[in-house]
């Protein structure tokens, strides 16, 4: 139907129930029921608007953020055990660990070198490890950390004094420089890294 034979017909309508003898004030035409039916959907959608604006973020959303620094970042990952000459490749652009056997990747990870360029370059081998550290002059510490060369670690995103206790907003920056100079792993990486990649391999960073 068109929309003109449509508003002729309801037109029509209203007539014949006003000479019947209903109120005018009573009558309410289709078009009036569609307006009012316009008018509460825009307002339903105005409001979830306004509640995104002001940051109300589904729960379905703050997980999939989590997840991002919680999981290994690369896809599945590897048995170190079964490969030889292995190295490490750290890209200052791109914000990514590359594992490599014998100059071919094996496996990647998102990372977060340091700000303003704080991160060391050049080429180092990897030294001792630990389970966990705190330092109360930046009051953050960091889990499955191993040793690059001096104060310079690879290790988890940021946590407070404790062990295991997260901060999720320092881990939501995971994939750009955010560090004093180490190279912040999501938590599965880091306990990966930590286990698995052997003292004395080479690292580079460029």
Same mark, same amino acid.
């Given at each position: 139907?068109?929309?003109?034979?449509?508003?002729?017909?309801?037109?029509?309508?209203?007539?014949?129930?006003?000479?019947?003898?209903?109120?005018?004030?009573?009558?309410?035409?289709?078009?009036?029921?569609?307006?009012? !039916?316009?008018? *509460?959907?825009?307002?339903?959608?105005?409001?979830?608007?306004?509640a995104?604006?002001?940051?109300?973020?589904?729960?379905?959303?703050?997980?999939?953020?989590? !997840?991002?620094?919680?999981?290994?970042?690369?896809?599945?990952?590897?048995?170190?055990?079964r490969?030889?000459?292995?190295?490490?490749?750290?890209?200052?652009?791109?914000?990514?660990?590359?594992?490599?056997?014998?100059?071919?990747?094996?496996?990647?990870?998102?990372?977060?070198?340091?700000m303003?360029?704080?991160?060391?370059?050049?080429?180092?081998?990897?030294?001792?490890?630990?389970?966990?550290?705190?330092?109360?002059?930046?009051?953050?510490? !960091?889990?499955?950390?191993?040793?690059?060369?001096?104060?310079?670690l690879?290790?988890?995103?940021?946590?407070?004094?404790?062990?295991?206790?997260?901060?999720?907003?320092?881990?939501?920056?995971?994939?750009?420089? *955010?560090?004093?100079?180490?190279?912040?792993?999501?938590? !599965?990486?880091?306990?990966?890294?930590?286990?698995?990649?052997?003292?004395?391999?080479?690292?580079?960073?460029?």
């Open positions: 139907m068109t929309g003109l034979m449509w508003h002729a017909r309801t037109v029509e309508a209203d007539r014949a129930s006003v000479a019947a003898g209903a109120p005018v004030a009573e009558v309410e035409t289709a078009a009036d029921r569609t307006v009012d !039916a316009d008018t *509460a959907d825009t307002a339903r959608k105005s409001a979830k608007s306004t995104l604006t002001r940051g109300k973020v589904p729960a379905v959303n703050q997980e999939l953020a989590r !997840a991002r620094w919680t999981n290994p970042t690369g896809g599945a990952q590897p048995d170190l055990s490969y030889r000459n292995l190295s490490i490749d750290v890209s200052l652009a791109k914000q990514r660990v590359y594992i490599k056997s014998n100059g071919e990747t094996i496996y990647s990870m998102i990372v977060s070198t340091g303003n360029d704080t991160t060391p370059h050049g080429s180092f081998t990897i030294g001792v490890r630990g389970d966990h550290f705190y330092n109360p002059e930046e009051r953050m510490g !960091a889990d499955y950390w191993v040793r690059i060369t001096g104060p310079y690879f290790h988890s995103v940021p946590t407070n004094e404790n062990a295991g206790q997260y901060l999720p907003d320092e881990g939501d920056k995971l994939g750009r420089p *955010a560090s004093h100079g180490c190279v912040r792993l999501s938590i !599965a990486d880091a306990k990966w890294f930590y286990d698995q990649i052997p003292s004395g391999t080479p690292v580079t960073i460029a």
